[in-house]
């Protein structure tokens, strides 16, 4: 069981850069998917990013493609996502996952935090 606390959101303008992380405990970080979801009001939930247990492999929803970038820092067992270019649309409550088989939607996640984008 892997616990996960998000932080770094805020309220920044569009155009703006926020690196969210995601400090993890529990089993070894190394051995996790981990992944980005977020979810606005009134929306559905949304994939944003992934990384995959050695970190040689990524995924990206189209919405942030080419503006956000997932990583990991095993020394400090924490993920990130760096959110550059931020537009109102990114406004949203940000979750981290992770799960030892990849499946994160079925693995464990951590409580979110608040991104806001003001034009």
């Known amino acids: 069981q892997v616990q996960l606390v998000e932080s770094g959101g805020g309220l920044v303008q569009a155009g703006d850069s926020l690196r969210l992380s995601c400090a993890t405990s529990?089993?070894?970080?190394?051995?996790?998917?981990m992944g980005w979801f977020r979810q606005a009001p009134g929306k559905e939930r949304e994939f944003v990013a992934a990384?995959?247990?050695?970190?040689?492999?990524?995924w990206y929803g189209d919405s942030v493609k080419g503006r956000f970038t997932i990583s990991k820092d095993y020394n400090k067992n924490t993920v990130y996502l760096q959110m550059n270019s931020l537009v109102p649309e990114d406004t949203a409550v940000y979750y981290c996952?992770?799960?030892?088989?990849?499946?994160?939607?079925?693995?464990?996640w951590g409580q979110g935090t608040q991104v806001t984008v003001s034009s």
């Open positions: 996952a992770a799960d030892p088989n990849g499946n994160l939607l079925q693995g464990s």
């Open positions: 529990g089993p070894t970080f190394s051995s996790n998917t």
């Open positions: 990384i995959s247990r050695r970190g040689n492999v990524t």
